[in-house]
């Protein structure tokens, strides 16, 4: 159950609101390379136009270190959705200060404007109580529609709540009701697919799902990191060596819930062109390394996707931005496409997975968040949802 406060609780007419969105896109030479969270973002911002708001947006881009980084503006992302709105869209080159308040100062009901990269200052990322000052110091109420970065305590997603009234916008609504009824009352058999490379942030998930699934499949980088657990050479593979305790504890206390890959795609290079070997899993030969799930697994997983009620994925099954190494990852989306199972996935990576397979209009519900998902999943309430008026 979503016990927030939404946009529509509350009057916003001929206010300033600032909304958190999710803008970390990708961007390659000046241009918005997918506009999904942008998109996503755009039934918030419409109704508050719509109803009279003047509408300031704030977001985080990439990870910048070092503050100011033309690399990470958000004027792209501000270009982007001018034309997605079909109206000018002001951008400030100051996410908080003078030059952001005077450009807040200036809006009008029904105008827009894009603050630059949350990011570019240090007090973000540390909640500093003082950044969260001034962004409340540009607005009259606050809605945070982040999914995405929801999971993160940080001035712009957490502090600002405290200083604004702070409502939730409807991207944030669905995401959480998609993923809240999957986990709490889910259509049997529950399905979970977990692969990727961010192990140690998503190994811990793996435990909660234990609980709750009916299969967890496991795949991508992931798996070798069980497969190195259970003592395997793993040549080259990538394993994340701080989440091999944690493997090992979860091998002793998972029962046949956990499924492993019975076969993998070996390479002797981490190029598309290596030569290319379907071993069963085993040791990987020294200067090898694996790089997809092999055609077995892929069945066996199929086979379980298919009669699933629900199934939730986040991370790829192989090296799937190297055609030779995608076939793991685009027969699970296969398998999820076919299935009539409630399907969700989430994830910048296995989203834009699902993208090149063509499949996405197959799935019900196609998450915005990665790690926000997957805390969800885990059970974590989301400090970003926390801070926000209850109804
Ligand atoms: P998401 O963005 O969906 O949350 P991650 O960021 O955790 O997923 O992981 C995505 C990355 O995992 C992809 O770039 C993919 O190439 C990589 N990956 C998947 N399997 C492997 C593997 N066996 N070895 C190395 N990298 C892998
Ligand atoms: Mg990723």
């Not at 918030?44 to 990439?62: E, P």
Request: with cysteine; charged share 25%.
């Amino acid at each position: 159950m979503f016990n927030k406060k939404l946009i529509t609780d509350v009057d916003v007419n001929g206010k300033r609101v600032l909304v958190r969105v999710d803008f970390n896109v990708p961007i390659k030479d000046g241009k918005v390379e997918d506009d999904t969270r942008i998109v996503a973002a755009l039934p918030t911002i419409k109704y508050l136009l719509d109803h009279g708001a003047a509408v300031i947006l704030c977001s985080h881009l990439g990870r910048p270190k070092e503050g100011p980084d033309p690399m990470y503006s958000m004027r792209p992302t501000a270009e982007h959705l001018s034309k997605l709105l079909g109206r000018p869209v002001a951008f400030s080159e100051e996410c908080v200060g003078p030059v952001a308040e005077a450009a807040a100062k200036a809006l009008k009901p029904g105008d827009v404007l894009v603050l630059e990269n949350t990011r570019f200052y240090k007090g973000e990322t540390k909640n500093d109580p003082e950044m969260a000052k001034q962004l409340a110091a540009l607005a009259d109420m606050y809605v945070n529609d982040a999914f995405g970065s929801a999971h993160r305590a940080h001035a712009s997603t957490e502090g600002v709540a405290h200083y604004l009234p702070a409502v939730a916008g409807f991207l944030m609504e669905k995401e959480i009701k998609y993923l809240g009824e999957a986990i709490s009352n889910p259509k049997r058999p529950f399905v979970a697919i977990l692969g990727g490379a961010k192990i140690v942030d998503k190994i811990g998930v793996i435990r909660n799902l234990l609980k709750i699934a009916d299969s967890v499949l496991i795949g991508g980088g992931m798996a070798n990191t069980f497969f190195k657990a259970q003592g395997y050479p793993m040549g080259e593979s990538l394993v994340d060596g701080e989440a091999l305790e944690t493997a090992k504890e979860i091998l002793q206390e998972a029962g046949p819930r956990l499924r492993l890959p019975v076969d993998v795609v070996i390479a002797d290079k981490f190029d598309n062109n290596a030569n290319t070997k379907i071993i069963d899993v085993g040791a990987v030969p020294d200067g090898w390394a694996i790089l997809d799930i092999g055609p077995e697994t892929v069945a066996a997983y199929a086979k379980v996707i298919k009669s699933a009620g629900t199934v939730v994925w986040n991370g790829p099954m192989g090296v799937f931005e190297m055609p030779n190494f995608a076939k793991g990852t685009f027969g699970i989306a296969q398998a999820v496409a076919e299935s009539q199972a409630v399907s969700i996935v989430g994830g910048g990576d296995s989203v834009s997975a699902l993208n090149q397979s063509g499949l996405s209009d197959k799935i019900t519900h196609i998450s915005t968040g990665g790690g926000a998902s997957l805390e969800r999943l885990e059970g974590l309430t989301l400090p970003g949802v926390a801070a926000l008026q209850d109804k």
